[in-house]
C-alpha cells in the first residue's frame, strides 16, 4: 500500500537535535508539488505534479543551482493516464518509463498502463503492456546492466523484459522465486543480479541472477523487516474483474553501500545489513519506535544512506551507526549532479561529508575540441556510480541515478552547461576498472571557448580536464 505523500516537504529541526548538514527551500517551489522526480541526464529533473498526469522540468540557473532554478511545464501523460504508485526508471538512452500504478485518477485500479518520455521532444507515448498482464500496479523494476528494463508482476511470481531498442516485450521464462512480487523492492548489485527481501515470504531474502534466469534463496533476514498491513484481512478489490488484493504488508526501501554491503530497512523498526559472500545481519533499530515502511532513501556522495522515517525523521546510516541528523522532511529523494539531494522536489538536503577519491567517475578519452550542436563519445571508468542511489520506495517510485551526466563549465564566466548522455555502454554499478562509455550532445547554447569537462555520477564528479567549445 501507498502512504500519502507530502507534496511540498515541510522542514523542520527536532528539538534537542543538532546536525552539520542541513536542508535548503528551493526558491522555487514545483508550481503543482512533485510527487515523483527524475534526474534526466540533461542535467534537468523531471517531476511529476499533483494531479498525477502534469509533468514539469526544473532547470538549474546558469551556475548550476537547483535551489535557484527554474521550472516550466512539459506534456502530460496521454489520456486515461494519471497514475501514482508506479514503476518508475530512466532508462540508457535517456528516455523516462513509467508502468502501472497502484492507482489511476486516484482509484486503486493496478492499472497496467504505461508511458515514456523523450527529454529532446518533450513528449509522452503510450506503452502497451506485457502480453497477457491485466494489471501492474505498484510493481518492483530494474534497468538491467544490458539497458533492459526488468518489470515483476505484482500479483504473480512471473517478471517481463522490455528492450528500450524495439520497445518489445519478452516473458522472463524464471524459476525458484519464492513468493509474488507485491511490496518487493529490487536492488542491483555490482555482479549484475537483483537483490530483494520478500514481504509474503518474509525473512526470506533472494537474489535474480539473469543469466541463468534463476531466482536463489539467500536465506532469512535475521529480522523482521516486514510490517502488516491491514493486518492481512483487507480486501481491496481491483478491475477488471474486481478479484480481492490481500496485501501481504509493507518493508523499506534498500540501498547498496560503497563497501559492496546493502543497507535494507524495514517497515518494523528493525533494518538489516547485507553483505555479499556472508549473509545477512541485524541492523540497529529506528529510534522512537520509527520504521521506513513506504518511505525513501538514498545514497550520500560520503557512501552514507539517508533514510526518511515514517515520522518524517532524516536518518543516516554510515556503516557502523544510525543517527538521527535532527532534520525532518517528506517526499522522494533525488540525487543531483550537486551532490544534494532533492526531496519532494521543493527543498534540498545538503550534506557536509565528501567522496574518496577510488569512488569517482575516471576519464580516459575525450576530444579535446567540441562543436556545439554535435554528439561525441567519452571514456572512462565508474561512470555509472557504486549504486543506484536509490531515491524511491522499492516497489515504486524508483528513482535511481546510475548513469553518467557530462558537465562543461566555462573557464572565463564559470557558467555550467550540461550536455545530454545517451546510449551508455553500461547500466551496471561498481564497474572498477572495465572501460565504459558514453556519448553526449553539447549544447547548442554552451559558451565557447576554453573550459572544463567532468563526468559526474550520483553526484560524485570525475577530475577535470580540459576542452575547447567551439
Given at each position: 500500500?501507498?502512504?500519502?505523500?507530502?507534496?511540498?516537504?515541510?522542514?523542520?529541526?527536532?528539538?534537542g537535535?543538532?546536525?552539520?548538514?542541513?536542508?535548503?527551500?528551493l526558491?522555487n517551489?514545483?508550481?503543482?508539488g512533485?510527487?515523483?522526480?527524475f534526474?534526466?541526464?540533461?542535467?534537468?529533473?523531471?517531476?511529476q505534479g499533483g494531479?498525477d498526469s502534469?509533468f514539469?522540468?526544473?532547470?538549474?540557473d546558469?551556475?548550476?543551482?537547483?535551489?535557484?532554478?527554474?521550472w516550466?511545464?512539459?506534456?502530460?501523460?496521454?489520456?486515461?493516464?494519471?497514475?501514482?504508485a508506479e514503476a518508475?526508471?530512466?532508462?540508457?538512452?535517456?528516455?523516462?518509463?513509467l508502468?502501472?500504478?497502484?492507482?489511476?485518477?486516484?482509484?486503486?485500479?493496478l492499472?497496467?498502463l504505461?508511458?515514456?518520455?523523450?527529454p529532446?521532444?518533450q513528449?509522452?507515448t503510450?506503452?502497451?503492456?506485457?502480453k497477457?498482464?491485466q494489471?501492474?500496479?505498484?510493481?518492483?523494476?530494474?534497468?538491467l546492466?544490458?539497458?533492459?528494463?526488468?518489470?515483476?508482476d505484482k500479483?504473480h511470481?512471473r517478471?517481463?523484459?522490455?528492450?528500450?531498442?524495439?520497445?518489445?516485450?519478452?516473458a522472463?521464462?524464471?524459476?525458484?522465486?519464492?513468493?509474488?512480487n507485491a511490496e518487493?523492492?529490487?536492488?542491483?548489485?555490482?555482479?549484475?543480479?537483483?537483490?530483494?527481501?520478500d514481504?509474503k515470504?518474509?525473512?526470506?531474502s533472494?537474489?535474480y541472477?539473469?543469466?541463468?534466469?534463476t531466482?536463489?534463496?539467500l536465506?532469512?533476514?535475521?529480522v523482521n523487516?516486514?510490517?502488516?498491513?491491514?493486518?492481512?484481512?483487507?480486501?481491496?478489490?481491483?478491475?477488471?474483474?474486481?478479484?480481492?488484493y490481500?496485501?501481504?504488508g509493507?518493508?523499506?526501501p534498500?540501498?547498496?553501500?560503497p563497501?559492496?554491503t546493502v543497507?535494507?530497512?524495514?517497515?518494523?523498526s528493525?533494518?538489516?545489513?547485507?553483505?555479499?559472500?556472508?549473509g545477512?545481519?541485524?541492523?540497529p533499530?529506528?529510534?522512537?519506535?520509527?520504521?521506513?515502511?513506504?518511505?525513501?532513501?538514498t545514497l550520500?556522495?560520503d557512501?552514507?544512506v539517508?533514510?526518511?522515517?515514517?515520522?518524517?525523521?532524516l536518518y543516516?546510516?554510515n556503516?557502523?551507526t544510525?543517527?538521527?541528523t535532527g532534520?525532518?522532511?517528506?517526499?522522494?529523494?533525488?540525487?543531483l549532479?550537486?551532490?544534494?539531494?532533492l526531496?519532494?522536489?521543493?527543498?534540498?538536503?545538503?550534506s557536509?561529508g565528501?567522496y574518496?577519491?577510488?569512488w569517482?567517475?575516471?576519464?580516459?578519452?575525450?576530444?579535446?575540441n567540441?562543436?556545439?550542436?554535435?554528439t561525441?563519445q567519452?571514456?572512462?571508468?565508474?561512470?555509472?556510480?557504486?549504486?543506484q542511489?536509490?531515491g524511491?520506495?522499492?516497489?515504486e517510485?524508483?528513482?535511481?541515478?546510475n548513469?553518467p551526466l557530462?558537465?562543461?563549465?566555462?573557464?572565463a564566466?564559470k557558467?555550467?552547461?550540461?550536455?545530454?548522455?545517451?546510449?551508455?555502454?553500461?547500466?551496471?554499478v561498481?564497474t572498477?576498472?572495465?572501460?565504459?562509455?558514453?556519448?553526449?550532445?553539447?549544447?547548442?547554447k554552451?559558451?565557447?571557448?576554453?573550459?572544463?569537462l567532468?563526468?559526474?555520477?550520483?553526484?560524485i564528479?570525475?577530475?577535470?580536464?580540459?576542452?575547447?567549445?567551439?
Amino acid at each position: 500500500m501507498l502512504r500519502v505523500l507530502v507534496a511540498t516537504a515541510a522542514l523542520a529541526v527536532l528539538p534537542g537535535m543538532a546536525s552539520a548538514d542541513s536542508i535548503t527551500p528551493l526558491k522555487n517551489a514545483p508550481p503543482n508539488g512533485a510527487q515523483v522526480t527524475f534526474l534526466l541526464t540533461d542535467g534537468t529533473v523531471l517531476a511529476q505534479g499533483g494531479s498525477d498526469s502534469d509533468f514539469w522540468i526544473l532547470t538549474p540557473d546558469k551556475t548550476g543551482s537547483y535551489v535557484n532554478g527554474t521550472w516550466k511545464q512539459v506534456a502530460s501523460l496521454q489520456s486515461g493516464y494519471a497514475p501514482n504508485a508506479e514503476a518508475s526508471q530512466v532508462l540508457a538512452d535517456g528516455r523516462v518509463l513509467l508502468e502501472g500504478g497502484e492507482y489511476n485518477f486516484g482509484s486503486f485500479t493496478l492499472t497496467n498502463l504505461g508511458a515514456v518520455y523523450d527529454p529532446v521532444k518533450q513528449t509522452w507515448t503510450p506503452v502497451k503492456p506485457p502480453k497477457g498482464w491485466q494489471n501492474i500496479g505498484d510493481s518492483p523494476s530494474v534497468v538491467l546492466p544490458d539497458g533492459r528494463f526488468l518489470l515483476g508482476d505484482k500479483l504473480h511470481k512471473r517478471g517481463a523484459i522490455l528492450d528500450p531498442k524495439t520497445m518489445k516485450w519478452a516473458a522472463v521464462s524464471y524459476t525458484g522465486k519464492d513468493d509474488f512480487n507485491a511490496e518487493e523492492g529490487w536492488t542491483l548489485m555490482p555482479d549484475g543480479s537483483v537483490l530483494t527481501f520478500d514481504v509474503k515470504a518474509h525473512p526470506k531474502s533472494e537474489s535474480y541472477n539473469i543469466t541463468t534466469q534463476t531466482w536463489t534463496d539467500l536465506g532469512s533476514t535475521i529480522v523482521n523487516l516486514q510490517a502488516p498491513d491491514c493486518s492481512g484481512q483487507c480486501c481491496l478489490q481491483y478491475p477488471p474483474s474486481n478479484k480481492c488484493y490481500y496485501p501481504p504488508g509493507e518493508v523499506g526501501p534498500a540501498v547498496l553501500r560503497p563497501d559492496g554491503t546493502v543497507f535494507a530497512t524495514g517497515a518494523s523498526s528493525h533494518n538489516a545489513i547485507y553483505t555479499p559472500g556472508k549473509g545477512w545481519a541485524a541492523g540497529p533499530d529506528f529510534p522512537f519506535g520509527d520504521n521506513a515502511g513506504d518511505s525513501f532513501a538514498t545514497l550520500l556522495t560520503d557512501g552514507d544512506v539517508l533514510v526518511e522515517g515514517a515520522s518524517g525523521r532524516l536518518y543516516d546510516w554510515n556503516g557502523k551507526t544510525l543517527t538521527n541528523t535532527g532534520l525532518a522532511a517528506g517526499g522522494l529523494m533525488t540525487v543531483l549532479p550537486t551532490g544534494q539531494i532533492l526531496i519532494g522536489g521543493s527543498e534540498v538536503y545538503n550534506s557536509t561529508g565528501t567522496y574518496q577519491a577510488a569512488w569517482q567517475p575516471t576519464i580516459s578519452s575525450v576530444p579535446t575540441n567540441i562543436d556545439r550542436g554535435k554528439t561525441y563519445q567519452i571514456t572512462g571508468t565508474q561512470f555509472n556510480g557504486l549504486s543506484q542511489a536509490g531515491g524511491g520506495m522499492g516497489d515504486e517510485f524508483q528513482s535511481s541515478t546510475n548513469y553518467p551526466l557530462v558537465q562543461i563549465t566555462n573557464n572565463a564566466s564559470k557558467n555550467v552547461f550540461y550536455a545530454r548522455t545517451h546510449d551508455h555502454s553500461t547500466m551496471g554499478v561498481a564497474t572498477g576498472n572495465t572501460p565504459v562509455s558514453t556519448n553526449f550532445d553539447v549544447p547548442a547554447k554552451a559558451e565557447t571557448g576554453a573550459s572544463t569537462l567532468v563526468v559526474i555520477a550520483n553526484g560524485i564528479p570525475s577530475s577535470p580536464v580540459s576542452v575547447t567549445v567551439k
